[in-house]
Each structure stands twice: as structure tokens, then as C-alpha cells.
């Protein structure tokens, strides 16, 4: 995920009130610098994903991947968190990765009718944040 993507994400989790976890991984830090172009401070969680994920699911927490799969419910379909909720972004070529997908309460896809096969991984997220948060 590239700086821009990063600092959308991060302006997103501002607007809906929400925080934003990330691996450590050796290129985030710097990314997220360059990406965040926020007043204030932001809400950043360096996490361990699997492990974050299994603990956010023991607590109660309802997550959700944004994943094309056949059991996904339809973005306009997505009812609005009424519960702490995880959103969890895949890589836009290989979507989440299988281990994390069975950490998932609940799968959003978006209709896409175009011939790309998803959306950059910034709006694919947005969508889904300001769906969840009740916006739209």
C-alpha cells in the first residue's frame, strides 16, 4: 500500500470517528508519514494482524473483510455497525490473505461493473468505512 493510500485511509478513519491499525512492517512508517497529511494527531494502531484480529473477535468486536467471495453480502446491503467493528482491507491484487479469512464474522463486497476486478484499496475502504459508520 503506497503513502497515498495510506494518508486516504487514515483522513477516512478521521471523518467516521474510527482508528487506523497497521502492521509493522519496514515500509509502513515512512509511508504513513509521508501519507498523513492531518492536522491533528491520528489514531494509529501498530499491530500484529493475525493475532490483533483473534483478540478484537474475542472481545466481542464484529469483523469484516472487504473481499469478493460468494457468501459476501452487497455494499448497499451492509447494515450499519451497531457494534466495535473491524474493517479488514486485503492487498488489491491478492485480496485478505487466507488465514484472516477465517478470523471474518462477515464479507462486503462491491459491485463493480467496469473491467477492473476491484477498486484501489483507499476507496474500496472508504465506501465500506462510511457505509459502517452510517453516512451513506
Not at 39 to 49: F, K
Not at 76 to 89: G, H, I
Not at 105 to 125: F, R
Request: some cysteine; aromatic content about 4%; proline content about 7%.
Amino acid at each position: 500500500m503506497h503513502s497515498v493510500n495510506l494518508g486516504t485511509l487514515l483522513r477516512t478513519c478521521d471523518a467516521v470517528g474510527a482508528c487506523l491499525a497497521v502492521p509493522r512492517l519496514p515500509w509502513v512508517p515512512d509511508a504513513l508519514a509521508k501519507g498523513n497529511t492531518l492536522r491533528a494527531g491520528a489514531c494509529v494502531h501498530w499491530v500484529r494482524p493475525m493475532r490483533w484480529l483473534a483478540e478484537r473477535r474475542d472481545r466481542g468486536e464484529q469483523v469484516v473483510g472487504v473481499e469478493l467471495a460468494e457468501d459476501a453480502v452487497r455494499l448497499a446491503d451492509l447494515p450499519m455497525a451497531r457494534q466495535p467493528t473491524v474493517v479488514v482491507l486485503g492487498h488489491e491484487a491478492d485480496g485478505i490473505p487466507p488465514e484472516a479469512l477465517d478470523l471474518l464474522d462477515l464479507v462486503v463486497e462491491i459491485p463493480m461493473i467496469g473491467t477492473g476486478a476491484s477498486l484501489n484499496v483507499a476507496v474500496a475502504g472508504s465506501l465500506v468505512l462510511y457505509k459502517l459508520a452510517g453516512f451513506v
